[in-house]
């Protein structure tokens, strides 16, 4: 593509970002941006950043402690564990404000609420759970 003249940089930007701007591309960036925050909120950079990690805890009497019992350490699996709950919870959260939004058959409206409860709950459990076992020593 031979371009006439001079332009800037700026305008040969937007000019490639114009094509992004489909609602499949910018469905692809939700989705990155979703499961970039969830990673965040999860623990991400910590896990990264320190020095000693810990993947697991083994314990002498040979049982496996994935939430450590200190709040200022935290495991790798613990970080996966937690990601995993988020996204149980944001799915939860989205079954719900689809059943509501669009209009279905009231059967699986009943269903999606049904379920979408369901996902919110069990990942609130699983938060709570996980936050006290933080404090309990082993």
Do not use: C, D
């Not at 499949?24 to 990264?48: C, D, H, K, R, V």
């Not at 988020?86 to 959260?93: A, D, H, R, T």
């Not at 069990?122 to 938060?127: F, N, Q």
């Amino acid at each position: 593509m031979v371009r006439a003249g001079k332009t800037s940089i700026i305008e040969y930007l937007k000019e490639k970002a114009s094509s992004l701007r489909t609602e499949t591309a910018i469905t692809i960036y939700s989705i990155f941006l979703i499961f970039f925050i969830i990673f965040l909120l999860s623990g991400l950079i910590y896990s990264l950043t320190t020095e000693e990690p810990i993947p697991i805890a083994f314990l002498p009497t040979g049982s496996i402690r994935v939430f450590l019992w200190s709040i200022n350490a935290q495991s790798h699996a613990e970080t996966i564990v937690i990601a995993l709950y988020y996204l149980m919870g944001g799915g939860g959260v989205l079954l719900y404000v689809n059943a509501i939004t669009k209009l279905r058959n009231p059967r699986t409206t009943k269903y999606m609420l049904f379920f979408s409860f369901l996902l919110i709950l069990l990942a609130g459990i699983g938060i709570y759970s996980a936050y006290i076992s933080k404090f309990t020593p082993p």
